[in-house]
């Protein structure tokens, strides 16, 4: 999962949580990324230490957890740019835009 991935992940999490769907959508989205986010193909020796284990779990994870707060960073950067600039977009329509944006840019 790449940071564009996981920043169009949050997008759409965080469009879901702002619509009229049930609050159960929003939370299984949540879930559905997190369980994306924490998916890491970790093989280790039999011999592995516990302190091992647990530097290769953070080392693994690390990278997808920054990918995540950088993608929350890029998102209110944008909400703010257009609230400074004036804007009378809502947050939502913004955040639409972000995500065709994205959209198109991997295509």
Do not use: W
């Amino acid at each position: 999962m790449d940071q564009t991935d996981i920043t169009r992940r949050l997008l759409g999490t965080i469009l879901l949580a702002q619509g009229n769907e049930p609050a159960s959508d929003g939370e299984d989205r949540v879930k559905l990324l997190l369980a994306d986010l924490l998916n890491v193909d970790l093989q280790l020796p039999g011999d592995t230490t516990p302190q091992e284990t647990a530097h290769a779990v953070v080392k693994a994870l690390e990278p997808r957890f920054n990918g995540l707060v950088g993608a929350a960073c890029v998102i209110v950067r944008v909400l703010a740019e257009a609230h400074d600039a004036g804007s009378t977009k809502s947050s939502q329509e913004v955040l639409r835009e972000v995500a065709l944006y994205l959209a198109r840019d991997t295509q």
